[in-house]
């Protein structure tokens, strides 16, 4: 019998999901919430006693990275690894490892300042898709149509003006159906599929109402899942695919705190077991 | 047990764990469930939606 760890702060379906299937297969499933975890530089491995290996399930990414950043600093092994956490949290810097791997991935444009943006777009033409670097669940996602909605959003984001709102991340609009692929992938590889249809703009978020269908993984589906999760390092993730009409599949975000409530419900595998399996596998090698 | 802001009653289910989230039937706040002891429950205030949040 073994012993694995889920780190939360919000306790949502799937954490306990990964608490029951760990228990069915007769391990031991402790659950912790980050929010009242305390980590010093003199904390021992012994002190937290967390077992054989942690799943890191924080909805929020910087708690869940920095959370991550400690367990390795004590030699905890984590799903996923800092490394895979941090890319995968910032879609500027998962798109540029998914070009480098060349895996293809729609074009994005990267500027460092609301004026360099702005005279981007005016050269490239409208509309593009703007993305915040940081984020999930298709907030702050829009498509960029003309002047005035590139100046409304350069108008708010120097009014909030965060860190991250003075990078702009504006991608090609992919012409597409209206739905996307989301391919949950473990230790490199693909469990299960969904199409993720629009419930009427053109974003596809489960989180705004998407209709999740049962997806058949093709074999150009496997293989760009498999390339992704490489990429990234591997783990626990969940690929975000388009098919784009001129260009075959392409994949457009790599998640790292997958959420799969709604496709374990359909899924002919497990997803939750075959997490815990996996992660028990991983530090057992 | 009744919500900390409107006073209505909260339906908590039995099965629920410490770090679930419980939402107001009527004036919809969120609440996190911070203690539980039997049928001793302690709740507060659930964290907003932060930027970072998501998968």
């Known amino acids: 019998m073994s012993k694995i760890s889920i780190v939360f702060d919000r306790l949502r379906t799937e954490e306990k999901m990964l608490q029951k299937e760990a228990a069915a297969l007769g391990h031991t499933a402790v659950m912790l919430d980050a929010k009242i975890t305390q980590i010093n530089t003199d904390s021992k491995k012994e002190d937290l006693d967390l077992g054989d290996v942690v799943l890191e399930r924080c909805v929020s990414y910087f708690r869940g990275l920095h959370f991550t950043s400690a367990l390795e600093f004590l030699d905890i092994p984590v799903l996923n690894k800092f490394d895979v956490a941090s890319i995968c949290g910032n879609k500027m810097f998962m798109t540029l490892l998914l070009k480098k791997n060349n895996i293809p991935t729609p074009k994005t444009y990267f500027s460092f300042s609301s004026e360099s943006a702005t005279d981007n777009l005016e050269k490239v033409g409208y509309p593009l898709v703007i993305k915040p670097v940081i984020g999930s669940w298709g907030r702050g996602v829009m498509q960029i149509v003309d002047k005035d909605a590139m100046d409304a959003i350069v108008e708010i984001r120097d009014i909030t ?5 003075r990078i702009y991340y504006l991608q090609k609009v992919v012409k597409r ?33 998407a209709d999740p269908e049962i997806c058949e993984i093709t074999k150009e589906m496997e293989e760009m899942a498999i390339k992704a999760s490489k990429a990234m390092g591997g783990g626990i993730l969940g690929i975000d695919m388009m098919e784009d009409e001129e260009r075959g599949i392409v994949v457009h975000e790599v998640n790292n705190t997958v959420e799969f409530k709604g496709l374990a419900r359909v899924s002919q595998r497990n997803i939750p077991k075959e997490m815990v399996k996996f992660a028990l596998d991983y530090v057992r090698k | 047990m009744n919500c900390p802001e409107c006073d209505a009653k909260l339906n908590i289910p039995d099965d629920a764990s410490v770090g679930e989230i419980v939402s107001c039937p009527d004036c ?28």
């Not at chain 1, 989301?182 to 703009?201: C, L, N, Q, V, W």
């Not at chain 2, 969120?30 to 205030?45: A, M, P, T, V």
């Open chain 2, 28 to 55: 919809g706040a969120d609440f996190e469930i911070s203690k539980k002891e039997g049928s001793n429950i302690e709740l507060k205030q659930a964290e907003s939606v932060g930027e970072d949040w998501g998968e």
């Open chain 1, 161 to 165: 003006d965060s860190p991250h709102d």
């Open chain 1, 177 to 209: 159906p209206p739905r996307d692929i989301r391919i949950i992938t473990i230790g490199d590889e693909p469990i299960a599929a969904m199409y993720r249809k629009s419930s009427g703009g053109f974003k596809t978020n489960i989180a705004l109402g």
